[in-house]
């Protein structure tokens, strides 16, 4: 995926990726280019993907950008940073809204990475940065 493709999702295409019935491991993380500790795991979560891109483990970043800044500030970013794994934009900038469909105990901090296998009933949410050592330990411990 390229940056220019960068697909805008709300609260229902949220709901679909976090209902995806197959038995794959999911990463999910959100974060923003505004977010140092984000910025600090991000190369973890572009090496990760690329070694697990032909597995039936799969990433997507969801950037909380602000949707009008994706032209002047997100992609300018991913081609800096060569960040080629799925990024998508959440669009409703009402967090309130969905970010107990992530985790009911989440306040909306940042980093913050959800694994999931819905067809194994496997979820688990960390709520803090990780280091590429700790996300290949989550990603070994859950998939």
Not at 91 to 97: I, K
Not at 119 to 129: C, D, K, L, S, V
């Amino acid at each position: 995926m390229t940056a220019q493709k960068i697909e805008k999702i709300g609260v229902p295409e949220l709901e679909q990726i976090l209902a995806t019935p197959g038995d794959e491991l999911h990463v999910v993380n959100f974060w923003a280019t505004w977010c140092a500790p984000c910025v600090t795991e991000l190369p973890a979560f572009e090496k990760l993907a690329g070694e697990y891109r032909d597995t039936d483990v799969k990433f997507i970043l969801i950037s909380l950008d602000f949707p009008s800044q994706i032209d002047s500030r997100l992609i300018p970013f991913l081609k800096e940073h060569k960040i080629t794994a799925d990024v998508r934009v959440m669009t409703d900038l009402d967090y309130n809204r969905w970010i107990a469909k992530v985790d009911k105990d989440w306040q909306g901090n940042i980093p913050a990475t959800l694994l999931f296998n819905n067809a194994a009933n496997i979820r688990y949410f960390h709520q803090e940065e990780v280091t590429e050592k700790e996300l290949r330990e989550l990603i070994n411990k859950y998939k």
